[in-house]
């Protein structure tokens, strides 16, 4: 009888240690994945601030009803809106601008989703549009 309830305890002390290990483990692999996603999503808005950028750049050239479609998808979130003639994409604490010629009338839209970045040029001037999918 002494034999079984020693190794019942000898049991439950490694059961209660398995435990205590995981109990510190989770919230840093935890905190580990938040910060790769919201990683993942500033790279993303960098990214979307370097094609509209480029491709402004390149619709300068190019004549009147040119259409370019991207389509991203954050992993959390991405907001998106325009002060005047500037584009600003936001990640968490990111903010990344873009310039361009003209006005842009983007009110504050925020992604959570798959969604479109369409370039247009229209009457010389380059206007970008952003949409779900």
């Known amino acids: 009888m002494k034999l079984k309830a020693q190794v019942s305890l000898e049991y439950l002390l490694i059961m209660a240690g398995f435990f205590s290990i995981l109990v510190v483990l989770v919230p840093a692999i935890s905190n580990s994945i938040t910060a790769f996603e919201s990683a993942q999503d ?43 003639k500037k584009i600003v994409i936001a990640s968490g604490t990111k903010q990344f601008e873009v310039l361009l010629q003209s006005e842009q009338n983007i009110p504050k839209q925020e992604f959570t989703s798959k969604f479109f970045l369409t370039i247009e040029k229209e009457l010389d001037n380059v206007v970008a549009e952003f949409q779900l999918v």
């Open 42 to 84: 500033t790279v993303l808005a960098e990214r979307i601030a370097d094609s509209l950028n480029q491709n402004s750049r390149l619709f300068s050239f190019l004549g009147n009803g040119t259409v370019k479609t991207l389509t991203f998808t954050p992993t959390k979130s991405i907001a998106v809106w325009s002060e005047g």
